[in-house]
């Protein structure tokens, strides 16, 4: 097994370089804007710049890269595995945004090391690989930056693309840059796609070693949940029937609370909680709904939930709420944002709602449909009513929770299989000797 072979750049990945180099300036102004609005971290913004914070370890590292919070929560059980079958072989874990990595700073295993990834800018990404000299570098779902690609290439790293996504907007993109995909996707070793559709556009594009295994994030194990926390929010909701809105996207939220609205009707004292994707939201959410004309509380502000609606905007806690809630409406889905994992609900005995709009996780929203693991809604009406039945009839959320747990367990297998097809690189990478 041998790294990608080199190659010289091809017109527009050199363009791309040279643009990027050259608008230094322009990226550091960028990223001060995001420092002054929360999208960075002002104490650890030189990772950005590719100037780590923390001391290189010795002996053999692989460098696991995801975008955000998703994603990985997504690697999590892989970080894990890797740590208890190669403890030779560091762990280097970058994500690109605040919210990611506050979740590493909870979740990530002893001995991991997180930082913030480097702009994709040759200097910055020059410096980030010289300091920490991986040995391995596992790129998931879709970051495919082309500096970072050709740097890696440049220094014969090993690259694999784990738990591949490729969207049909992001596969007409790339179709309209055939070279620069080729060039950039042959550098990886392996490429393990996630659904036979991603695949086949990893293919067309030019990815060497193609193969289908499933998607991690349907292999994730349960969200996690503090005891204490959850004790004391079953006792103060204790008789109310209770929904959640997960992971909802602007757009959503006042529509759940139209909704929500048509549930009192049915059910006076029924408890709406929303946990938004993006948790620094919450204020304004709670703010607008109130507007609106709707009782809330907000989690931030320590206010109990003894209103109309909830608004919890902490960080990591929707394995608490689906474990609170008795039915789970999954957001994304009523607007265009591809949806979220509906296992997760799947797996805490909460029965699943969800929009039409789950393009990123089709096959299983699909699969689910089918078992009766999850109710597809396509209208406020239709998920007021929706709801409402599920919250009055026992038997019926019963029936629909114990289909989609089958579905949930037949998902178990992926991470094992993504392990096999990647541990002779990490066999290699742990074999070699200390840097």
């Not at 204490?228 to 759940?256: I, K, M, N, Y």
């Not at 998920?383 to 949930?408: K, W």
Request: aromatic residues 6%.
């Amino acid at each position: 097994m041998t790294a990608p072979p080199r190659r010289g750049p091809g017109l527009t990945l050199g363009l791309y370089c040279a643009a990027s180099t050259a608008g230094g300036a322009v990226l550091r102004r960028y990223l001060d804007r995001r420092t002054r609005i929360g999208k960075e971290d002002p104490e650890r913004v030189g990772e950005r710049f590719g100037m780590p914070s923390r001391a290189r370890p010795s002996g053999p590292l692989v460098w696991l890269h995801a975008a955000s919070v998703g994603e990985s929560i997504s690697f999590l059980p892989l970080v894990e595995t890797i740590g208890e079958r190669w403890p030779r072989l560091g762990q280097l874990i970058t994500t690109g945004t605040v919210t990611s990595a506050r979740l590493m700073a909870d979740r990530l295993p002893a001995g991991a090391i997180h930082q913030f990834a480097p702009v994709d800018r040759p200097g910055w990404v020059g410096a980030f690989l010289d300091h920490w000299r991986p040995d391995l570098a596992l790129r998931i779902e879709s970051e495919l930056w082309p500096a970072t690609i050709d740097a890696l290439d440049a220094r014969s790293i090993p690259a694999l693309l784990v738990n591949g996504r490729m969207s049909r907007r992001s596969f007409r993109n790339w179709r309209r840059l055939p070279g620069l995909a080729r060039r950039l996707l042959r550098s990886f070793a392996l490429c393990l796609a996630q659904t036979d559709d991603d695949a086949a556009r990893f293919r067309t594009l030019g990815a060497r070693d193609v193969r289908c295994l499933g998607n991690l994030k349907l292999a994730a194990p349960e969200l996690p949940c503090d005891a204490a926390a959850l004790d004391l929010l079953a006792e103060t909701c204790a008789g109310r029937p209770v929904w959640l809105g997960a992971s909802t996207h602007e757009g959503e939220e006042a529509r759940l609370a139209a909704a929500h609205a048509a549930i009192r009707a049915r059910l006076p004292e029924a408890l709406l909680i929303l946990v938004p994707r993006h948790p620094e939201r919450g204020p304004g959410i709670a703010s607008t709904l109130r507007e609106a004309g709707h009782a809330v509380a907000l989690r931030s502000a320590k206010e109990a939930p003894d209103s109309e609606i909830y608004v919890a905007d902490g960080l990591g806690e929707l394995g608490l709420f689906y474990r609170l809630a008795g039915v789970g409406f999954v957001g994304g889905s009523l607007v265009p944002r591809g949806g979220q994992n509906l296992l997760e609900p799947a797996r805490l005995d909460c029965a699943i709602l969800h929009g039409p709009h789950m393009a990123n996780f089709e096959e299983i929203a699909a699969e689910m449909v089918r078992a009766g693991g999850s109710i597809r809604v396509e209208t406020d009406d239709a998920l007021g009513n929706a709801v409402a039945s599920l919250l009055s009839d026992e038997s019926m959320r019963s029936r629909s929770c114990d289909a989609a747990a089958e579905v949930a367990r037949g998902k178990a297998r992926i991470l094992g299989a993504v392990v096999d097809e990647i541990a002779p690189y990490l066999d290699k990478a742990a074999q070699r000797a200390d840097a």
